[in-house]
């Protein structure tokens, strides 16, 4: 079964610090997607992104947040300067166009701590 | 705005239990509803999804759901738990008037079992 697979697993980094989390969502997938959940919350949505431009994004999407398909396959959210209170699990997900449209797969996330 | 609201933070169980997690949303259009499970350290996987038509849809593992629009509820239900069952379930909404088909998840309900 096709799979949105995600790197690194899990990354420390130091407050301030740039983070690259990468994705890379299933083949056939249109719609590509960022969440986190911060350690005992919900799943918070970030942002989607569809024919290479952010179509939504939420209020935790400030600048310091960004979206890239660098290269038609992989998927990337890069923060800019960590906080604290970015140390969540990020998850990817992705979801195929037309029907079953409304579906998405997730990744298996990526945890970041920040110190 | 809105929300998807799950009432039972965690709940514990003995095995062979019935259970039944209540979800309810607050949106007055059409939706897309979902029920996510994320067992113990691994990721988000779809347990079973309400396009439209019957209104009680069978999911993964012996789990069920009913739409009940009135009330605008998703509740899941399973008649008997086995402690494999053990994990977070997210009940998830996508408002069909958002063109990017932004998925709005509850805070989660925690499920033990117990042997």
């Known amino acids: 079964e096709p799979e949105v697979t995600q790197t690194p697993s899990h990354q420390v980094t130091q407050m301030g610090q740039e983070v690259i989390l990468r994705c890379v969502p299933i083949?056939?997938?249109?719609?590509f997607y960022w969440y986190r959940q911060i350690l005992g919350q919900k799943v918070e949505f970030l942002v989607s992104?569809?024919?290479?431009?952010?179509?939504?994004k939420s209020e935790i999407f400030d600048d310091q947040f960004s979206v890239e398909r660098p290269d038609g396959s992989n998927f990337t959210l890069k923060i800019r300067s960590t906080k604290l209170e970015d140390s969540a699990m990020y998850f990817c997900?992705?979801?195929?166009?037309?029907?079953?449209?409304?579906?998405?797969?997730f990744g298996a996330g990526s945890r970041l701590t920040v110190l | 705005a809105q929300s998807v609201s799950q009432h039972n933070h965690h709940v514990i169980l003995s095995e062979a239990a019935s259970l039944e997690l209540g979800c309810n949303y607050s949106y007055g259009g059409t939706v897309n509803l979902f029920w996510y499970v994320q067992y113990p350290g691994q990721h988000l996987q779809l347990l079973l999804k309400?396009?439209?038509?019957?209104?009680l849809v069978k999911g993964i593992k012996g789990f069920e759901a009913e739409f009940i629009k009135s009330k605008f509820s998703f509740n899941l239900r399973k008649p008997s738990v086995q402690w494999s069952d053990t994990a977070e379930y997210f009940c998830a909404v996508r408002p069909l008037d958002s063109s990017a088909s932004k998925i709005i998840f509850g805070s989660g309900t925690r499920l033990s079992i117990r042997p």
């Open positions: 083949s056939n997938h249109l719609y």
């Open positions: 997900a992705s979801r195929v166009r037309g029907t079953g449209a409304n579906v998405l797969t």
């Open positions: 992104f569809y024919n290479n431009e952010i179509s939504e």
């Open positions: 309400y396009f439209s038509g019957d209104p």
